[in-house]
């Protein structure tokens, strides 16, 4: 889900930022220079917390360091050598040269890229009532070229607020999860039901020990896609049956080619694009036309289900009553109109498949190789649902290793690198000044793998999340900035309760009924295309238990 963000994750990024003076030099002298001082400007002075750089003199904007002045021959190079492909890592690498805090321009997009969880903590205080995240132009060019209304992902100011406090009743709160996990916990069944049967037929071993090797990514993506129907629009679309409809296929397609034409499209004018039918713009544009043919689909049919039950006024979803999906509470309510509606839903589904099926890709891949994890992850699992009798909600309570192999899992592997604001006011971070309006960008991937941060941070350790003995590296007043994945504050991502809980209930009951390791002792190579995935997708042998 929108991070993402991204699902999701729709909780995406981009880069860029005007330059100064020395490009990728000084490193060893400006590092040094970066301590943690992060603050209010007033007068040219720091005004922040005790001990973090009060009253010394602020270093200008233009001294941050920065990668070039050229954002055009920077976007060259970057075409040139691939690096978008490998962005994340870009990042990694320039942290590590230039120290917690770097200035990068790229096409038409500018940034200021931050890493450490005091900086982002700072940020976060600056994002003001409205909190304002990069716009993904060809997003919206396709909304107003096609004439769609937008979702909360595009939209900013009171407009956004007004929606995305509509929508938090029916996605984020509490009552709201109570409601649709039940309809996740039976889709997850199903998974490992299906999962089963083929290990059955096609495991090799002995009667009972039966174990099958396979690249279990198009599982997991149909596994995605069915959660987020039977979530969003309160049916199923029958994704595990042998033969899988077209349409959904073609759905899932769409999916993968918005995400990977979106990002040479973000650096480069997309209306220019546009009208002179730029084959790239072309790609993009049909993709996210099928993504809306097969949402209008289903919402008609939604619609229409809804409207006569009861002469159009269904009590599905009050207490006691049937629930009817997203879609059907939105429609009762009748606070949204039809067309905003149809935007969100859209919106969600298009950040729902990839941005779930993904990370448990990653996830599976780790507790594989993990087997001491895996271990103490199943007893507690075990132990929960067994006092649990039936209730997903009471089960995952008892298991906070899930949650924290998710977290862990988006550390190492974040769906969307990185997490935009654009501050209302100046501010302070690592002792220089960023001018109110610059678009400052934490950057999840490097801080996720940060030892100024975590604690052995290539260790896979899902324990480490345990709110009692929880870490708090990168000091303390950035302590709940470590993991962010699906964003902060009130503009983190809307699907995020739906994908937590999504991909919980999945891992639940497969580690209640196979074995996870891996044929070959490879590492997992990554790749950037909006969202982080593997390069390759992993290979995982599931044992029946």
């Known amino acids: 889900m929108w991070s993402v963000s991204a699902h999701l994750a729709m909780c995406i990024r981009v880069q860029g930022m005007s330059g100064s003076s020395y490009p990728l ?24 917390r005790k ?100 979702g909360v992902f595009l939209k900013n100011g009171v407009e956004w607020r007004t929606d995305r406090l509509l929508l938090n009743k029916e996605v984020m709160m509490s009552s709201s999860v109570r409601r649709f996990l ?21 495991g090799q071993g002995k009667e009972g020990r039966l174990s099958l090797t396979i690249d279990p990514s198009p599982d997991l993506f149909r596994f995605a896609l069915e959660a987020s129907c039977h979530v969003l629009y309160g049916e199923r679309i029958g994704l595990f049956s042998s033969s899988p409809s077209q349409e959904s ?50 919402i008609q049919r939604g619609y229409q289900r809804i409207s006569s039950s009861q002469g159009g006024r269904s009590k599905a979803g009050a207490e006691g009553g049937q629930y009817t999906g997203v879609l059907g509470q939105l429609m009762e309510r009748g606070q949204l109109s039809l067309d905003l509606i149809k935007a969100n839903i859209t919106e969600l589904m298009a950040g729902g498949v990839d941005t779930t099926a993904v990370p448990l890709q990653f996830a599976l891949f780790e507790l594989g190789r993990n087997p001491e994890v895996q271990e103490r992850v199943r007893q507690q699992v075990r132990a929960s649902w067994a006092q649990a009798g039936g209730d997903p909600q009471k089960a995952l309570q008892g298991a906070p290793l899930l949650k924290g192999t998710i977290k862990e899992t988006l550390r190492l592997y974040p769906v969307g690198i990185t997490v935009q604001r654009y501050p209302v006011r100046d501010i302070v971070l690592q002792n220089y000044h960023v001018p109110a309006g610059t678009m400052v960008q934490a950057c999840l991937y490097p801080l996720g793998r940060s030892e100024e941060v975590f604690k052995d941070p290539k260790r896979f350790e899902p324990g480490r999340w345990d709110v009692s003995r929880e870490e708090s590296g990168g000091g303390a007043e950035g302590a709940g900035f470590r993991s962010l ?21 999945l891992l639940m009951h497969i580690l209640l009924n196979f074995r996870l390791s891996l044929p070959s002792a490879q590492d997992i190579s990554t790749k950037y295309t909006l969202i982080l995935q593997p390069e390759t997708p992993p290979r995982i042998t599931f044992s029946k238990l």
């Open 182 to 202: 039940p309809l996740l916990d039976e889709v997850a069944r199903d998974f490992s039901r299906m999962l089963q049967a083929r290990v059955e037929k096609k």
């Open 485 to 505: 994945a699906f964003g902060f504050g009130a503009r983190q991502c809307v699907g995020r309760r739906i994908a937590e809980n999504e991909m919980q209930l």
């Open 249 to 298: 296929q073609k759905f899932i397609w769409a999916v993968e080619k918005m995400l990977a034409t979106t990002p040479p499209l973000l650096y480069l004018p997309p209306r220019l694009l546009h009208r002179i039918g730029s084959p790239l713009w072309i790609q993009h544009a049909t993709a996210w036309d099928h993504i809306f043919s097969h949402a209008e689909a289903r």
């Open 51 to 150: 001990g973090r750089g009060v009253n010394e003199r602020v270093r200008s904007f233009e001294e941050i360091p920065h990668t070039g002045r050229s954002g055009w021959a920077n976007l060259v190079k970057f075409w040139r050598e691939d690096r978008f492909r490998t962005l994340h890592k870009h990042m990694e690498r320039t942290f590590n040269t230039l120290g917690p805090i770097y200035r990068e321009r790229l096409g038409t997009q500018s940034s200021v890229n931050i890493m450490l969880p005091i900086d982002i903590s700072e940020l976060f205080r600056s994002e003001g009532l409205h909190p304002q995240r990069m716009t993904l132009e060809p997003w919206a060019t396709h909304r107003e070229t096609r004439q769609h209304s937008k």
């Open 25 to 48: 030099l000084c490193a060893a002298s400006q590092r040094a220079m970066c301590m943690s001082a992060a603050g209010t400007v007033v007068g040219g002075k720091v005004e922040g």
